[in-house]
């Protein structure tokens, strides 16, 4: 039985790449070569080459299959495997974090503020000793009545 496989025609860019990271991946690693790997691995606007006109936009990875055996028996199998995901599904996760800290950094930086301004209202009020609480207590420490008691108010020393 003969079963029509459509053709598939990737970009040459993408090819190139495939190309460049099958080179790279054969040779000995060294974090220049790394670097170039990491580059070349991810591609951020890929084009599947199925999904016709949709205009989708798709974030991919791909790597050579390579078979290692024992040293110096590697076998390039020729094949690359494509791995796509929609890319907006693919950063939601990463969207949803950055939200997350962000909201809890305004929580945390309000809350900060407020513990600030309560602890410089406490030092202003009752270390430094407000004029007001100064001549309160001199008053009450000679006998005499505080302010808020005023002449018509009785205290138990009038009584």
């Not at 099958?22 to 080459?49: C, F, G, H, M, W």
């Not at 991919?60 to 599904?89: F, K």
Request: with cysteine; glycine share 6%.
């Amino acid at each position: 039985m003969n079963i029509a496989c459509p053709t598939v025609y990737v970009r040459n860019e993408t090819i190139d790449r495939m190309q460049r990271l099958r080179e790279l991946r054969l040779q000995e690693p060294t974090d220049a070569i790394d670097d170039e790997i990491n580059s070349l691995v991810v591609i951020e606007d890929y084009k599947d080459p199925l999904d016709g006109d949709s205009g989708e936009r798709w974030l991919a990875a791909m790597e050579p299959v390579i078979a290692y055996g024992h040293p110096g028996r590697t076998r390039d199998t020729g094949l690359v495997v494509i791995v796509q995901e929609p890319y907006l599904s693919a950063v939601r996760p990463a969207r949803q974090l950055a939200s997350r800290l962000l909201t809890t950094s305004l929580i945390a930086l309000i809350v900060v503020l407020v513990v600030i301004t309560l602890l410089w209202a406490f030092v202003g009020l009752v270390l430094n000793d407000a004029p007001q609480l100064r001549r309160a207590k001199r008053r009450l420490s000679h006998g005499l009545p505080s302010d808020e008691e005023g002449p018509n108010t009785v205290t138990e020393s009038s009584v």
